[in-house]
């Protein structure tokens, strides 16, 4: 009964189906044209069972995806004939299958004895992406050839935690989806007992372990003889169900953050993160207190399905220590595991600010960036704002973009650039493009250069308001377009969250966008945004502005000193040098010769901006 099945399936929690197709026997469950009597219309159940399980599954507002496998126990599957069984059963197989049937999800296996050319991956691909009717909502695994897992497909597979490779800490960077039973085989074994089935606990633990790591669950379950879901099977998805019921909050829809990735699990207890929150999933109920780094700006914390008041407090190194509560048994809220909930602020406020420009009517802002900034690709549209919301207040521009330049440099001019200049009220950052394009930096390097910035601003003035913007090239946008964060967009927000500074971020905007054709990457054009571009750039931060809190902070407002950095090396106290201060005979110069070149006979163009730098 399909639509039964999808009614236990969507009970679970499931967001998305993907039925076997076809296994390895061979045997279709559609009326495949070209196995006419090896099928599940001439044979068995005499029905189609791809069409009425997509049918029930897409009614019950789930997604649905088809397995495929690519080996197949047929005579022509010999390296011999293995060109003519692709091009006469396989290839055609899989295009009947998307255009009877129209899945979301398209999921092959059974790739490792010959190479994706072979299986002709890359032309199906080519097809399903450009020409096929779901070209704009499919999406695929990594399983198209031999030794390809983990390096090609919109999202890498792992099957009982493995996936044929050593798996390192980048691939979690990557969307992934771990596929296993409950048990120890796939589908049905009527010898396997109790005791090799994972119990509701382990289900839901490993849930939460691998959307931790950023991954999807796959978790396959397959109905005996009479068509039936045996009972163990549906005992532990209705486990699964009741638990996501109560926390699901804190699984859908959250974000891999590569910064956790060593402290995953320590204590029985998985982080995982959304814009407005952090959550702390429990798979142990921890004894007396419970601390969690890098928690953001606290608004309050909470025992996700709980009403009962959660202590905590939170540390100068940006860590909320949370004061664990005492419960009777019927004040837990679930079974299995448990959710504190770290709520951050809905958004850090421009109150600062606004009370400068409010009450003085003299106002200091400051930009600084690479090009794009310094082309003027956004500071009119953030001037044009400022003067029509505070119409009495004179402004002062410290104009700081330098072309071609990251984040470490402007830790370093910071002082020269921006101070020397005045000190700002408000202050708009953006390197996301600099410190991946021309600096190709690490996790860590991003961090340096970012939060430089940030401590030297809020040394000078406490009371400095920032905006960090986070604008996009193409490489960038791809990565968003495929669920990835680019590594200076998650350095430079875990800065920001640290120092609680509102984050405007270009790319996910454009992304989201595209997705809604309203524009493209070809309209936007670059990294230099078009005209339309910048028309796109000045409606969203015109948005982002008005969503601030722009409410005068008092005068007696307090204000918490620096907390401790993120990235301990960060250049927050960098400046130039005169090279006349340089004594070339101390050992940081050993080998080192001092010279300035004479520009006019050096290849290549010459930019003012860089002229009389040390």
């Not at 399980?53 to 997604?63: E, T």
């Not at 596929?179 to 120890?184: E, L, P, Q, V």
């Not at 802002?365 to 044009?384: C, L, M, P, Q, W």
């Amino acid at each position: 009964d399909a639509v039964a099945w999808a009614k236990v399936l969507r009970r679970s929690g499931a967001k998305y189906v993907v039925l076997t197709a076809k296994h390895h026997d061979g045997f279709c469950l559609w009326p495949c044209s070209t196995q006419p009597y090896w099928n599940s219309t001439c044979l068995g159940p005499h029905r189609d069972i791809v069409k009425e399980l997509s049918d029930a599954v897409k009614a019950s507002g789930l997604h649905m995806g088809l397995y495929f496998s690519l080996l197949e126990r047929h005579p022509l599957y010999t390296p011999e004939t293995i060109d003519r069984f692709v091009s006469e059963i396989n290839h055609p197989q899989l295009k009947e299958l998307v255009l009877k049937y129209e899945p979301e999800i398209v999921w092959p296996d059974g790739e490792w004895d010959y190479p994706a050319e072979t299986h002709r991956g890359p032309e199906f691909l080519a097809w399903l992406l450009n020409e096929s009717p779901v070209r704009d909502r499919v999406c695929f695994n990594d399983r198209w050839g031999k030794q390809r897992r983990g390096t090609l497909g919109d999202f890498y597979t792992t099957e009982y935690g493995h996936n044929g490779n050593s798996i390192e800490a980048d691939f979690y960077a990557h969307p992934w989806e771990e596929c296993r039973g409950i048990g120890g085989s796939f589908g049905y074994n009527a010898y396997e007992g109790p005791n090799e089935y994972m119990t509701a606990d382990q289900c839901i633990h490993s849930l939460v372990r691998i959307v931790a790591l950023g991954g999807n669950l796959l978790l396959n379950i397959g109905p005996d003889a009479e068509g039936r879901i045996p009972c163990v099977m549906l005992e532990r998805l209705y486990a699964i169900g009741d638990w996501l019921e109560v926390n699901g909050e804190a699984i859908y829809g959250t974000r891999y953050n590569p910064a956790r990735y060593a402290e995953q699990g320590k204590d029985g207890v998985y982080v995982t993160e959304k814009k407005d929150a952090v959550y702390a999933i429990c798979t142990k109920w921890p004894r007396g207190r419970l601390t969690v780094a890098n928690a953001g700006e606290v608004a309050g914390v909470d025992l996700v399905g709980s009403d009962l008041k959660v202590d905590y407090t939170v540390g100068a190194d940006g860590a909320v220590t949370i004061d664990v509560p005492k419960l009777y048994p019927d004040e837990y809220p679930c079974a299995s595991a448990w959710t504190f909930r770290i709520r951050h602020r809905e958004r850090p406020p421009l109150g600062n600010a606004a009370a400068v420009f409010t009450h003085t009517g003299k106002g200091t802002v400051a930009f600084i960036g690479g090009s794009i900034t310094e082309g003027n690709y956004y500071r009119g549209a953030v001037k044009e704002y400022l003067q029509r919301r505070f119409p009495a207040t004179r402004f002062c521009w410290i104009e700081a973009g330098i072309s071609s330049t990251c984040s470490n440099t402007g830790a370093f001019r910071f002082e020269e650039d921006v101070l020397e200049k005045g000190t700002p009220d408000l202050l708009f950052a953006e390197w996301a493009v600099n410190d991946d394009q021309d600096g190709m930096f690490d996790y860590a390097e991003c961090q340096r250069g970012m939060e430089g910035v940030i401590r030297h601003a809020r040394r000078a003035n406490p009371k400095m308001d920032i905006v960090m913007m986070l604008m996009v090239n193409r490489k960038e946008f791809d990565l968003l377009g495929k669920e990835e964060v680019p590594i200076p967009y998650a350095a430079h927000a875990q800065v920001a969250a640290r120092y609680g500074v509102p984050v405007i971020s270009i790319g996910e905007l454009l992304v989201d966008a595209a997705r809604r054709g309203e524009t493209s990457w070809e309209v936007y054009k670059d990294c230099h945004p078009s005209p339309e571009g910048c028309a796109l750039i000045a409606k969203w931060l015109t948005a982002f502005l008005d969503d601030g809190k722009w409410d005068p902070v008092p005068e007696s407002a307090s204000y918490k000193p620096l907390p401790e950095p993120v990235e301990p090396g960060c250049y927050d106290r960098g400046s130039f040098a005169p090279l006349t201060s340089v004594e070339m005979n101390d050992k940081w110069f050993s080998g080192w010769n001092l010279s300035v070149p004479y520009w006019p006979e050096v290849p290549g163009a010459f930019r003012d901006t860089f002229a009389d730098k040390p």
